[in-house]
């Protein structure tokens, strides 16, 4: 197989989305085991596309997972400013294109967004064309290229999603203002929202995810669990953002296994054998990417059950196993109350570890029972795009209709403090609930809440929710009195 471009040019410069297609374009032609599929057009009009990689003709034809094998979607810059993601997957495709990793092509099926903000890429900006943060629009799907991930999710349905990206280390308080720059190689994170199917979120967070740090450490690569990002000495530390909003979380909110890698993206002032040191980043990125593949190969059997029972029922970590928490944000740990970090001066590279004050503790308000059905009777219409673009069914009613719900009374709207690490709602409504018999006019919505993506849906469209849709731009519709989308308990 030819080297990738990025290779082509002594991985001294990075190449231009067309560049990347092309080179996509090659593989698929010289090699039977890749297949090159469109998803859809970046904002900017760029194609965004999937690489296929299997050793079964079956899955690269018909698009359908096997039994017996789990598929991996990979995702490579979706941040466009962090490079490193789209040219170690290429690197990837190269070599099982080419025969190498014998073992991973026959005990996996391969989905590779090699570069998932082409916009980004070519603009040399962290947003799409339209400055889209396409990273935390999943709960919205405001931006095009969102919705067509979420697409390909549905298309692939992938067993395990892989996202990754860099971590500047060079921070303004913390490096410019008191001198210190964060000191770690590769930070992994698991969807961590306490909502995720219980079996599926235990086994990633007991045994995958401490097999995979424990693998990439042994592998060279200093390896530990995502802290956040490190701004200035004296914060506060917690884990990568709980909300839905995020691909991480979303896509375990539908049941699939989530892993998300930050690689040491290095500041600009170092010296360094390539530009910004990038050989060595994407070296590192691919090292994290290829030793996860060779894990979840290896875990096969153990992954597939616990992912494929998780998006046919899910079950709640606690309570009845119907169980959502409607507002989660981190706390204060009380059994582990400090952790150390390392750190090293930016001046003359000395070395120290450094006490932080834990709160990686999720707290949670009080619990609510999945409902029978969610009622929406404002905004049908554009609901019912905005439902659809989730793949979540619903019924349109056709006729008066007389149902007993719990009708969510808003009393009150409090603003949340700014800066909140990991949590993203900015609004708290105070609900009144009142079980009453309500009657449903034509054209409004019901939402069953028997369906796959159930939990996931009641996230999005409960007010008491901190990822409810209402807390994104265009969904203004927290305001004191009787909230129009509401659970139904029975039908
Ligand atoms: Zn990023």
Redesign the pocket.
């Known amino acids: 197989m030819p080297s990738t471009p990025f290779e082509r040019e002594n991985k001294r410069s990075l190449p231009d989305s067309r560049t990347i297609g092309n080179y996509l374009a090659t593989l698929d032609t010289l090699s039977p085991r890749a297949r090159l599929v469109t998803l859809g057009t970046s904002a900017g009009g760029r194609p965004i596309q999937a690489l296929l990689l299997s050793a079964s003709p079956s899955f690269l034809q018909d698009l359908v997972g096997e039994p017996d094998k789990p598929t991996v979607m990979m995702l490579g810059s979706?941040?466009g400013n962090?490079p490193s993601g789209a040219e170690a997957l290429q690197r990837l495709a190269r070599e099982l294109a080419a025969g190498e990793h014998p073992e991973l092509m026959h005990r996996l099926n391969l989905v590779l967004v090699v570069l998932a903000n082409p916009d980004g890429r070519d603009l040399s900006s962290?947003h799409n064309a339209n400055d889209d943060n396409t990273?935390i629009d999943y709960v919205a799907l405001q931006a095009g290229e969102t919705r067509l991930l979420v697409e390909a999710l549905h298309r692939f349905d992938p067993d395990l999603v892989f996202d990754a990206?860099?971590?500047g280390i060079w921070k303004r308080v913390l490096t410019r203002e008191l001198g210190w720059m964060t000191d770690v190689e590769a930070q992994f994170d698991m969807g961590n929202n306490p909502n995720i199917d219980g079996a599926l979120r235990h086994y990633t967070e007991s045994k995958l995810l401490p097999a995979l740090i424990a693998r990439v450490s042994a592998a060279g690569l200093a390896a530990r669990r995502y802290r956040g990002e490190i701004t200035s000495l004296d914060q506060a530390v917690s884990r990568g953002g709980l909300g839905i909003t995020n691909l991480r979380n979303y896509a375990a909110m539908q049941g699939r296994v989530s892993i998300l890698v930050?690689n040491r993206l290095d500041n600009k002032s170092g010296r360094y054998a390539t530009p910004r040191n990038i050989a060595e980043r994407v070296r590192k990125q691919h090292l994290s990417m290829l030793t996860m593949l060779q894990l979840v190969a290896d875990e096969a059997g153990s992954l597939l059950a616990v992912s494929r029972r998780a998006r046919q029922r899910w079950v709640s970590a606690d309570g009845d196993g119907r169980t959502l928490w409607m507002g989660v944000s981190f706390g204060a740990n009380r059994e582990q109350p400090e952790i150390t970090l390392p750190l090293v001066r930016f001046a003359d590279g000395h070395k120290v570890l450094r006490r932080f004050r834990n709160r990686d503790a999720i707290v949670t308000r009080k619990p609510v029972s999945l409902a029978a059905a969610y009622a929406v009777t404002r905004e049908r219409e554009r609901m019912a795009r905005w439902l659809t673009s989730h793949h979540i069914a619903f019924e349109t009613v056709t006729e008066p209709r007389e149902l007993m719900a719990d009708r969510l009374e808003i009393t009150a709207v409090r603003m949340q403090p700014e800066a909140r690490p990991g949590v993203r709602g900015k609004m708290l409504a105070e609900v009144m609930v009142t079980r009453s018999a309500v009657t449903l006019q034509r054209g409004d919505l019901l939402v069953p809440m028997d369906q796959r993506l159930a939990p996931l849906a009641a996230l999005m469209l409960d007010p008491r929710s901190a990822n409810a849709l209402y807390q994104e731009e265009g969904w203004n519709w927290l305001q004191p009195g009787a909230f129009p989308v509401f659970p139904v308990v029975e039908d």
């Open positions: 979706q941040h962090e962290r990273n990206h860099e971590s930050e």
